[in-house]
């Protein structure tokens, strides 16, 4: 309660500070002026030298002055000079006091994307965007252009999700762009997307994606509520909204799914989930998220469903050993020793006969060792990958049993259990601590704490709420089309439902008479 | 909230009450008891217990685990183990245990269900280990042997009794559970399977040597190897081994059959105050060798093998019942449990008298043999 209050002060802090430096623009009309709103507007971006005024003077009536500003950098130079500049300067159409803003935009300057506006804000916003914008003398209103046009990098295949089959594209860092590769996949006018705004600094731009028809109306405007209630200066990521609109805000799994595939977001459109793009991130986050989804891999659906239904089997098991590996060997080797087969009982005591630490300790210290290494992995320069591989594989594996710092077998357990985790990266977070619970409870406990920490973990995933959807659980009561996209990959011919959360429930005609 | 932490501070309160006696014990805190042999000393009347453990200090990459050897003398059992650790820094730990040896002298002179008492007593210990009698004049003598297939050799004779049925059939195992069960059981008597040493290849190795035989509490005999397999035959234990035949008729067997599969039902029915036994096998068997014939059988020359192998057997099951009732006077083929299981009525009459009703139990067995197979040689 009391760590509740203080973070609401916190936020009262930020939030009047972003108030008082927005209130002098916010409700801040243009004045008619050329002169006076070019003041004003060089006052609020004092200090940028990026902003560019130009101004311009029609060449057969120079009554006729105009002011453009953009930032330099993030317009396309060419559109600004050939579309806007030129007809401005070299037309002819007779620009009357009435309504010029009205003939500039439609009859005057070559460019699809124009918009009237008179809110300080709004233009201080849209230069800052990329746009260009337009002040006629003697008009309390100004034009936007859109003359985005900024580097961005190339579509590429993501480096955190390679797949074997299907498509190549990823995300990239422009939202339009991203946006772009959706749009040309779902031409169904179906395919909705909602642009909002994050972040009282920021001001990021994200985009709500749906598929009307297929998506719960409920589960969306759950979302939008919870969007709503976002209240902090900056979004770099899909995290940070993952953070704050989270159901359960402690635990270590994730209850939002992210990709860096469009394909894979438009399977989940399909499938009534949402799509939450955010500019400045190849990261598209997807709501409600299952449990299955950390098992799932695009290349799931690209692959023949018995080679996928194999490695989901894998993946399953993966999660399940790399939690619990040490911690059943503490258990076996610390406390049960009679469970052992004599012959590995023997072998695992005589390696163990003459080194130092006990074993729980020892299991410990490698795991956090294994650790190290994969971090570094991540976060070392890339050239001096060679020394990270010696210095792990050889020193700390070999060298440490030859030099009876380790047993053998510990360091085949933490081998397995590091490999393991590896087969599900979307789990990294969860399967860090509760393989450490389990470990913990293991060398107190033996089995009986180590079977405790299962059952507690098995509680809470089977808790877990994604928008309030169970993540675990399903409707309530199994279906056997409900879990043909789970442990294994059913046949397509044989998905003929699509998961529970979607309002429209059918994927495939025929589906009505065959809910086997 | 109160409520939550309140329900996860019982279930933590749950490890601390649940967890019972067991504790963190590292493997290199322990000496592995692999095998025990439970001797007497002569002069003082102690128990001399000596224990294979496993020599896990010299590596085992070159040459395998090796076994040590721990003697201790206690004026109990108990007390001779806890002596163990006046010898040896590390305790002594039997959760990997397979086999315990007594001395014959031991289940001789001893109640012997009195001596295993601590075996099944104990908590560490498993219910399943193997029991075996030393025919040797110590059973130390087993266990401090070379094993041929392992160097830990109590872990390889456990091994060669458990598969002996279904190989050679010359003795049955039994486990320490099995042992308190039959000694309590009605109209049955215990047997353990008999080791003995040899000299293989220069070297002492142990071997299987036919089936002690027990009445009540105390050794009384043993019956041969080959006893062993009729004895088998008698209580439908039998799963593999070889028969051998003579094809002639005379003493030498030049036939050998492998038993391949067998059924044998036993019945008994109660006349005059007397009671008769019949015995009848059913046997599958494959010919596997034929001296003589080294050809293939045509199908009269088969008929005349099952005939003489089912002569053969008949005779054998009935010498050895002979022999335990005229010798041993045990009931070491259950015939009283057979008959207190189908007729409680009737054994309650016989339960008393049952030793004398034994001595002079009529048994009739009846035997079919069929050969299924003649190997791989064919007709040319």
């Known amino acids: ?516 | 909230m109160i409520k939550k932490t309140a329900c996860l501070l019982l279930i933590i309160l749950q490890i601390f009450l649940l967890s019972g006696c067991w504790n963190y014990r590292g493997l290199n805190e322990m000496s592995v008891v692999i095998g025990i042999a439970v001797d007497k000393a002569p002069d003082s009347g102690n128990y001399q217990l000596s224990f294979e453990i496993t020599d896990i200090s010299t590596p085992i990459k070159d040459k395998g685990v090796q076994s040590k050897i721990v003697e201790s003398e206690g004026k109990t059992v108990f007390d001779a183990v806890r002596n163990a650790k006046k010898r040896i820094h590390n305790k002594l730990y039997f959760g990997q245990t397979q086999l315990v040896v007594f001395s014959n002298e031991i289940a001789h002179s001893e109640d012997f269900s009195g001596v295993i008492d601590w075996f099944l007593r104990d908590g560490e210990l498993r219910e399943t280990i193997c029991v075996v009698i030393s025919q040797e004049k110590t059973a130390r003598e087993i266990i401090s042997s070379k094993g041929i297939g392992q160097s830990i050799v109590s872990n390889e004779i456990r091994q060669i009794v458990e598969t002996d049925e279904d190989a050679t059939a010359s003795t049955s195992a039994v486990e320490f559970y099995q042992v308190f069960n039959i000694l309590r059981a009605e109209g049955k008597s215990l047997t353990l399977p008999e080791i003995h040493n040899v000299v293989n290849n220069d070297e002492t190795v142990i071997e299987v040597n036919g089936t002690a035989v027990f009445k009540e509490n105390k050794l009384v005999g043993y019956l041969t190897s080959d006893e062993s397999k009729s004895f088998l035959f008698a209580i439908d234990e039998i799963k593999g081994g070889v028969l051998t035949v003579s094809s002639e008729g005379d003493d030498r067997d030049d036939i050998s059959l492998e038993i391949s599969k067998n059924s044998t039902k036993r019945s008994f029915d109660f006349k005059d105050d007397k009671i008769n036994v019949s015995i009848h096998t059913d046997t599958t068997v494959f010919l596997d060798e034929a001296m003589v014939h080294n050809n293939a059988l045509d199908d009269k020359q088969t008929a005349a093998l099952e005939d003489a192998a089912a002569a053969k057997l008949e005779n054998d099951i009935t010498l050895v019942i002979q022999r335990v009732q005229s010798e041993y006077g045990s009931d070491i083929f259950g015939f009283g449990n057979m008959i207190y299981k189908k007729d409680f009525r009737l054994w309650n009459q016989l339960k008393d008298t049952w030793d004398e009703q034994f001595i002079a139990l009529e048994v009739d067995v009846s035997s079919d043999v069929h050969i299924v197979n003649t190997g791989e040689i064919e007709k040319s």
């Open chain 1, 1 to 516: 309660m009391l760590r509740r209050l203080f973070l609401r002060d916190k936020q009262k802090i930020v939030n009047d500070k972003v108030e008082d430096l927005n209130e002098e623009l916010e409700n801040r009309d243009l004045f008619s002026s050329l002169d006076k709103n070019i003041e004003t507007i060089s006052k609020l971006f004092q200090d940028v030298d990026i902003l560019r005024l130009k101004y311009i003077t029609n060449n057969h009536d120079n009554r006729l002055n105009y002011c453009i500003v953009y930032c330099d950098g993030v317009v396309d130079n060419a559109i600004v000079n050939d579309s806007i500049i030129k007809p401005l300067m070299l037309s002819s159409v007779p620009v009357t006091s009435k309504n010029p803003v009205d003939i500039i935009m439609n009859q005057i300057v070559q460019i699809n994307d124009t918009e009237k506006a008179d809110k300080l804000s709004d233009i201080a916003e849209s230069i800052a965007y990329g746009d260009t914008v337009l002040f006629v003398d003697g008009a309390p209103e100004a034009i936007v252009f859109n003359t985005k046009g900024f580097k961005t990098r190339a579509i590429s295949e993501p480096d955190s999700e390679k797949n074997l089959n299907g498509p190549r594209e990823g995300f990239t860092e422009s939202l339009m762009m991203n946006l772009s590769l959706i749009r040309r996949k779902v031409l169904t006018p179906e395919l909705k997307m909602k642009f909002r705004t994050l972040g009282r600094r920021t001001m990021t731009r994200a985009c709500i994606c749906y598929m009307d028809g297929i998506v719960d109306k409920e589960v969306l405007a759950e979302l939008n509520r919870r969007l709503d209630k976002i209240d902090i200066d900056a979004v770099l990521d899909t995290n940070y909204i993952t953070e704050l609109i989270r159901d359960s805000r402690l635990s270590p799994f994730r209850t939002t799914g992210y990709t860096e595939r469009p394909d894979v977001v438009i399977g989940k459109l399909l499938e009534g989930r949402i799509a939450i793009f955010l500019d400045g991130t190849p990261f598209v986050l997807t709501v409600p998220y299952l449990f299955v989804e950390n098992f799932q891999s695009s290349d799931d659906y690209y692959l023949n469903f018995f080679y996928s239904s194999f490695s989901r089997l894998l993946r399953i098991l993966g999660f399940f050993l790399t939690i619990t590996i040490p911690g059943f060997y503490i258990a076996v080797v610390a406390f049960h020793q009679e469970m052992m087969p004599l012959q590995l009982f023997i072998s695992i005591a005589a390696s163990r006969s003459s080194v130092p630490l006990p074993a729980s300790l020892e299991a410990f210290i490698m795991i956090i060792v294994f650790d190290i290494l994969r971090e570094t992995g991540i976060r070392m320069p890339t050239n001096v990958g060679q020394a990270l591989s010696i210095v792990g594989a050889i020193v700390i594996g070999q060298a440490a049993v030859e030099a009876k710092l380790v047993a053998a077998p510990m360091i085949i357990v933490a081998a397995l259990t590091g490999i393991t985790s590896l087969l599900i990266p979307k789990m990294n977070a969860p399967v860090i601590y509760i393989r450490m619970m389990l470990l913990i409870l293991s060398s107190f406990f033996g089995f009986f704490g180590f079977v405790l920490g299962v059952a507690a973990t098995l509680i809470h995933i089977i808790n877990l709420r994604s928008l309030g959807i169970p993540q675990a659980a399903f409707s309530g009561k199994l279906q056997l089309q409900e879990i043909k996209d789970t442990a294994i990959r059913a046949p397509w011919w044989r998905m003929i439902l699509r998961p529970s959360f979607a309002k429209d429930k059918v994927r495939m005609n025929g589906g009505e008479n065959d809910h086997d």
